[in-house]
């Protein structure tokens, strides 16, 4: 089955986003695909490349990277909800005239209707943090 | 985008001021129906709070939910599926809410849930 995933709570402040990582390495390991990972709300706070880890904790941002690069899942930070809470990519920063960027390159910035077709392309679409 | 069209129900559990999630819900809801999608909407919990007319979102600095809400109607979004025993336990009246309501019984909610192919929750 194809799976995408809506996260709307941040990594440091619920379990949502950590259900859904777990969620997404045990579909994979059971032969299942993960299309997309959308971050939504509060949830895009995974994406920020400038968050340090205590050496006790895993790395939030990092482990989803990596899990993108092995299974080939899309991340993507609504753009609305990321420019206004302060996480850009170089081009979000460069056009408001920002004097940094702190997005990790395993996530692009796109609009909902990267939700939409998660939807569209997906068996199904799980929400987690509401 | 995919020519792909499903059926989406959006769950919206959360009042209207307090947690935004209601915004991130409605502009959901925008999105999907920009995009021609199936869309129906279930308010349920504290989510039926956001059904209220004469809200003064403005004197808190938000925009106004239910506003937003009367406009989905132009995106063909007529009917707002409401969980009767959550207006119930808040001793609200169908008539004090605005829009065109279909009220569900708590037996309902599952077979209506599940005739959908994807449930979002905000």
Same mark, same amino acid.
């Given at each position: 089955?194809?799976?995408?995933?809506?996260?709307?709570?941040?990594?440091?402040?619920?379990?949502?986003?950590?259900?859904?990582?777990?969620?997404?390495?045990?579909?994979?390991?059971?032969?299942?695909?993960?299309?997309?990972?959308?971050?939504?709300?509060?949830?895009?706070?995974?994406?920020?490349?400038?968050?340090?880890?205590?050496?006790?904790?895993?790395?939030?941002?990092?482990?989803?990277?990596?899990?993108?690069?092995?299974?080939?899942?899309?991340?993507? =930070?609504?753009?609305? /909800? +990321?420019?206004?809470?302060? #996480? $850009?990519?170089? &081009?979000?920063?460069?056009?408001?005239?920002?004097?940094?960027?702190?997005?990790?390159?395993?996530?692009?910035?796109?609009?909902?209707?990267? =939700?939409?077709?998660? /939807? +569209?392309?997906?068996?199904? #679409? $799980?929400?987690? &943090?509401? | 985008?995919?020519?792909?069209?499903?059926?989406?129900?959006?769950?919206?559990?959360?009042?209207?001021?307090?947690?935004?999630?209601?915004?991130?819900?409605?502009?959901?809801?925008?999105?999907?129906?920009?995009?021609?999608?199936?869309?129906?909407?279930?308010?349920?919990?504290?989510?039926?709070?956001?059904?209220?007319?004469?809200?003064?979102?403005?004197?808190?600095?938000?925009?106004?939910?239910?506003?937003?809400?009367?406009?989905?109607?132009?995106?063909?979004?007529?009917?707002?599926?409401?969980?009767?025993?959550?207006?119930?336990?808040?001793?609200?009246?169908?008539?004090?809410?605005?829009?065109?309501?279909?009220?569900?019984?708590?037996?309902?909610?599952?077979?209506?849930?599940?005739?959908?192919?994807?449930?979002?929750?905000?």
């Amino acid at each position: 089955m194809n799976f995408s995933l809506l996260v709307l709570s941040s990594p440091y402040s619920a379990q949502a986003g950590d259900s859904a990582w777990q969620f997404a390495r045990a579909a994979v390991a059971s032969g299942h695909s993960v299309y997309r990972v959308f971050f939504y709300h509060e949830g895009v706070y995974h994406g920020s490349e400038l968050g340090i880890s205590p050496q006790d904790e895993q790395d939030r941002v990092l482990r989803w990277a990596d899990f993108s690069t092995q299974n080939n899942t899309e991340l993507v =930070l609504c753009i609305s /909800s +990321a420019i206004r809470r302060g #996480l $850009l990519d170089a &081009g979000e920063a460069q056009r408001y005239d920002k004097p940094a960027s702190n997005v990790h390159p395993a996530f692009v910035l796109s609009g909902l209707g990267q =939700l939409i077709d998660a /939807s +569209a392309h997906s068996d199904r #679409l $799980l929400t987690f &943090g509401s | 985008m995919s020519d792909a069209k499903k059926k989406l129900l959006l769950i919206f559990r959360h009042g209207p001021y307090g947690n935004k999630l209601s915004r991130a819900g409605l502009d959901v809801a925008l999105a999907a129906a920009a995009f021609d999608q199936d869309i129906n909407t279930l308010f349920m919990d504290d989510g039926v709070w956001q059904l209220l007319p004469d809200q003064s979102a403005g004197s808190i600095d938000s925009k106004n939910v239910h506003s937003t809400l009367q406009s989905l109607p132009l995106y063909d979004l007529e009917s707002f599926h409401v969980d009767s025993h959550s207006l119930a336990a808040r001793r609200l009246e169908p008539a004090q809410l605005d829009g065109q309501l279909v009220l569900l019984e708590p037996a309902e909610l599952a077979e209506f849930i599940d005739s959908h192919d994807q449930v979002l929750s905000f």
